[in-house]
Structure formats: structure tokens, C-alpha cells
T-cell receptor
Framework: DAKTTQPPSMDCAEGRAANLPCNHS???????VYWYRQIHSQGPQYIIH???NNETNEMASLIITEDRKSSTLILPHATLRDTAVYYC????????????????FGQGTILTVHP | NAGVTQTPKFRILKIGQSMTLQCTQD?????MYWYRQDPGMGLKLIYY???????DKGEVPNGYNVSRSTTEDFPLRLELAAPSQTSVYFC???????????FGNGTRLTVT
């Protein structure tokens, strides 16, 4: 399985950019990097995903290094409502059978946005 | 579309009791998932399904069973509830490999 490593916690000032790193050094060539976040005890919310190229949507930007061994989620102007646990996950490579559908989460990064 | 719907929202079980957590989605998604989340912890994959009639174990399948007789429904069964199964259970679905997960609002289960 391609595993991810994230810092357990980060702080960010309101209005500033929040840059959340993720290491996925064992990622395979056909695996996507996904980012989700979970606010309080709600169900996780999809943010963004990418394969090789950098991606941007209305919520965030995703920067993937050229060797694909790490990525950074950028919230360009963090607000207090962005305080949440952020999960970086990688789709498990196809190892035969149904494992191509498997999707596991790590511990995530607790992002605290303060005034 | 209602998305992913989980019932019940809350449940208290006594040790040894059994119950089924219901999950249904109206997006015609092939892939469905059950996760559990213990207090202060991340999500752990219990079981998943890549289509009707096909299920597979995740990281923590012991004590649970699933079935996938239709595309829409993916119930999770606890046969002999134990205190270690006290958790919040999330069901999720997605259209295909590579597409994002859609989560339900969770079922908060307490076993005493």
C-alpha cells in the first residue's frame, strides 16, 4: 500500500495561506492523491485530487512534486471555518482482485486557524 | 439527490446484541465503503464493495459483516456487539476509481 505521512497539527492565522504537506514516497505511477477534510464529527468532505499536474478548484490548490513523492494542499486565504482535520490519501495500487477499490485514511493534520 | 443516507443517527446497544447499520445511495455509484472513527482518531476502513454482489475486507473487518445485493444498499451488520465497537460509523460511495468519495452523516454507536 502507498502510505502517507502528515504532520499531526498545524496553525495558521486567519487570512493567510495554509500550506499542508503530505509525503507519499511509495506512490505508484497510476495512483491519485486525494485531500479530504473533516469538521468536528461530520462526514469527511472532498477537497481536491490530482495525479501528476497541479490542480486548483474553488476550495484549494494542490501542488504535486515532479517525482510525485510529496504534495501540498494550499488554502489561499484561510478562515476560521477551515479549522478541521485534513486527510491526504492515496489510492491503493491494483494488486489483483478487488483491491483497486480500496481507499484508506491516515491520521491527518489538525489545522487550527486562529484570529 | 439525497446522496448517501445512513440510518439510524444514534444507537445504544447492550453487549452481545446485534444490529444492522443501513446505508443507501441514490447516485448509482458502484463503489461503497464502511469506515469507523473512534474518538480523536482517524477513519479506519471496515469493508468495501466494488459493485453489487462483490465485497472485500478493509483494515478492521473483525466483528462485522456486509452484503451488497443491490447497487443502492450496503448494510453493515454487527452480530455480537462489544464495547470496542463503540464508534462513529461512516458510509461512503463513489462513482469509479479516481472519483471523490461522498460520505453520509454517520451513525454514532455506543455499546455498554
Amino acid at each position: 500500500d502507498a502510505k502517507t505521512t502528515q504532520p499531526p497539527s498545524m496553525d495558521c492565522a486567519e487570512g493567510r495561506a495554509a500550506n499542508l504537506p503530505c509525503n507519499h514516497s511509495t506512490i505508484s505511477g497510476n495512483e491519485y492523491v486525494y485531500w479530504y477534510r473533516q469538521i468536528h464529527s461530520q462526514g469527511p468532505q472532498y477537497i481536491i485530487h490530482g495525479l501528476k499536474n497541479n490542480e486548483t478548484n474553488e476550495m484549494a490548490s494542490l501542488i504535486i512534486t515532479e517525482d510525485r513523492k510529496s504534495s501540498t494542499l494550499i488554502l489561499p486565504h484561510a478562515t476560521l471555518r477551515d479549522t478541521a482535520v485534513y486527510y491526504c490519501i492515496v489510492r491503493v495500487a491494483n494488486a489483483g482482485g478487488t483491491s483497486y477499490g480500496k481507499l484508506t485514511f491516515g491520521q491527518g493534520t489538525i489545522l487550527t486557524v486562529h484570529p | 439527490n439525497a446522496g448517501v443516507t445512513q440510518t439510524p443517527k444514534f444507537r445504544i446497544l447492550k453487549i452481545g446484541q446485534s444490529m444492522t447499520l443501513q446505508c443507501t445511495q441514490d447516485m448509482n455509484h458502484n463503489y461503497m465503503y464502511w469506515y469507523r472513527q473512534d474518538p480523536g482518531m482517524g477513519l479506519k476502513l471496515i469493508y468495501y464493495s466494488v459493485g453489487a454482489g462483490i465485497t472485500d475486507k478493509g483494515e478492521v473487518p473483525n466483528g462485522y459483516n456486509v452484503s451488497r445485493s443491490t447497487t443502492e444498499d450496503f448494510p453493515l451488520r454487527l452480530e455480537l456487539a462489544a464495547p470496542s465497537q463503540t464508534s462513529v460509523y461512516f458510509c461512503a460511495s463513489r462513482d469509479r476509481v479516481g472519483s471523490p468519495l461522498h460520505f453520509g452523516n454517520g451513525t454514532r454507536l455506543t455499546v455498554t
